[in-house]
Nanobody, 125 residues
């Protein structure tokens, strides 16, 4: 069992930055990959980025590559999503998720085993 709690969302102007955090508990954090997804109103959940358990490799969706960076601090059981040059179309609820199945990278939400409750990010134009 893994528990995930996101934080750091909020309202920001276009071009601004935010850093999301996701605190994990329940299993040894460094043994599983993590991912970030987002869901805008009326749209399907969308893959954003994923990182291996060690933090040595990352993979980002094309829509955020070069603007968003995923990282993790295994000593603090936390994964981060640094978001820069934000656009109104980045507005969504952002979720972190744990991938315990050892297939990496994967952008399929059904291959993630545990999810946080989500944090709202709103980018104004």
């Amino acid at each position: 069992q893994v528990q995930l709690v996101e934080s750091g969302g909020g309202l920001v102007q276009a071009g601004g930055s935010l850093r999301l955090s996701c605190a994990a508990s329940g299993r040894t954090f460094s043994t599983y990959a993590m991912g970030w997804f987002r869901q805008a109103p009326g749209k399907e959940r969308e893959f954003v980025a994923t990182i291996t358990g060690s933090g040595g490799m990352t993979y980002e969706a094309g829509s955020v590559k070069g603007r968003f960076t995923i990282s993790r601090d295994n000593a603090k059981n936390t994964v981060f999503l640094q978001m820069t040059r934000l656009k109104p179309e980045d507005t969504a609820v952002y979720y972190c998720a744990a991938n315990l199945r050892r297939k990496w990278p994967t952008s399929n939400s059904y291959e993630y085993d545990y999810w946080g409750q989500g944090t709202q990010v709103t980018v104004s134009s």
